[in-house]
């Protein structure tokens, strides 16, 4: 690591002790193929499994290119990844998932993107093979309420295989946001974004982290932390649920007035609405709506930190080669 390098490629990891063995005979010779100077940084989310214990005996094989950031607890994917950020030296860096779902082979192909003057590449998943149907559908589904609200537009949101300039990493180092979505705060950094298609395969190993729930509370994070359209159209929406109403049941005062006895109108004026039901649910939608948006104040008051790291594991410029300097915690950010 005496050189700076020009690639920087930021790997979150979380259990996947069943897929690091593969992980490492893969990525480290596609990336010396790609002939450019390059550094990994593993992050361990707070892993329970033996993730840490092969991540550091993985350092001392590569301890010429490889970094490990070890947080003290599981903060979560998108706080590993903006350790990572916090910690990169390269030009260009690349984002990457542990468990080979987006092989390491596809890196040059955002590299080639990357070098023909985009600072943002994204990429699109060629086959989702292993994943549920529901998955993919909700997938597309989201994506569509996505654009329709936000002014971001990513074919495959969740996808992890990206490239990020040095500059839009760094303007990702100096946002505070306690709740984000990364690809989405980087590309509303981005001048010339693209994206290109890359192989997708199953898991090699374990199981997705992420549960419908988890997906369902990305989005919120996703259309919450980006747009104020959801407040809005509900605002709209209220007001022509509201006038609707209104206008129905002055039809129905008035269709009762023609067609009952006067006391049996009069008593009629005070029966249920039929639309009562369909506007309790709508102050409920609403209620969690702009309870979203009072969350996200409320967790940004705090400014608790966003992860605490243990110990960074790295060898610098002033060890000797082969030597190994650990930084203990407690680094907070």
């Not at 893969?26 to 092969?54: C, H, K, M, Q, W």
């Not at 070098?115 to 292993?130: A, F, M």
Request: charged share 20%; proline share 5%; hydrophobic share 45%.
């Amino acid at each position: 690591m005496s050189a700076p390098p020009v690639l920087s490629v930021v790997i979150p990891v979380y259990n996947e002790e069943a897929v690091l063995g593969e992980l490492f005979a893969r990525l480290y010779p596609a990336l010396d193929a790609l002939a450019t100077a390059y550094e990994v940084i593993f992050v361990n989310d707070g892993s329970r499994d033996r993730s840490p214990a092969l991540l550091l005996d993985q350092q001392q094989r590569r301890a010429d290119v490889t970094r490990v950031i070890l947080f003290s607890g599981n903060f979560g994917q998108h706080s590993a990844i903006l350790a990572g950020f916090a910690h990169v030296r390269g030009e260009i860096i690349v984002t990457l998932d542990a468990d080979l779902q987006n092989p390491p082979e596809e890196i040059h192909k955002l590299l080639a993107a990357y070098r023909e003057g985009h600072d943002y590449v994204g990429s699109i998943r060629d086959l989702r093979r292993g994943d549920a149907w529901w998955r993919g559908a909700a997938s597309k589904l989201l994506n569509r309420i996505r654009e329709r609200t936000t002014r971001i537009k990513m074919t495959d949101q969740g996808c992890m295989l990206r490239a990020y300039s040095r500059r839009i990493i760094d303007l990702v180092n100096q946002t505070r946001e306690v709740r984000t979505f990364i690809p989405a705060l980087a590309y509303t950094f981005a001048m010339n974004p693209t994206e290109v298609v890359v192989a997708h395969a199953e898991r090699a190993a374990g199981e997705s982290k992420y549960s419908v729930y988890q997906l369902l509370r990305l989005n919120f994070d996703l259309m919450t932390g980006f747009s104020l359209v959801p407040l809005q159209m509900f605002s709209l929406l209220g007001m022509a649920v509201a006038i609707g109403s209104a206008l129905t049941y002055l039809g129905l005062i008035a269709y009762r007035l023609l067609t009952l006895p006067p006391w049996d109108a009069f008593k009629a004026l005070f029966d249920r609405d039929i639309l009562e039901f369909f506007l309790i649910g709508m102050v409920l939608f609403g209620l969690g709506l702009v309870g979203e948006y009072v969350g996200r104040i409320y967790l940004q008051v705090r400014d608790r930190p966003r992860y605490v790291i243990d110990r960074v594991v790295e060898t610098t410029a002033e060890f000797p080669p082969g030597a190994t300097d650990i930084t203990s915690a407690s680094h907070l950010a």
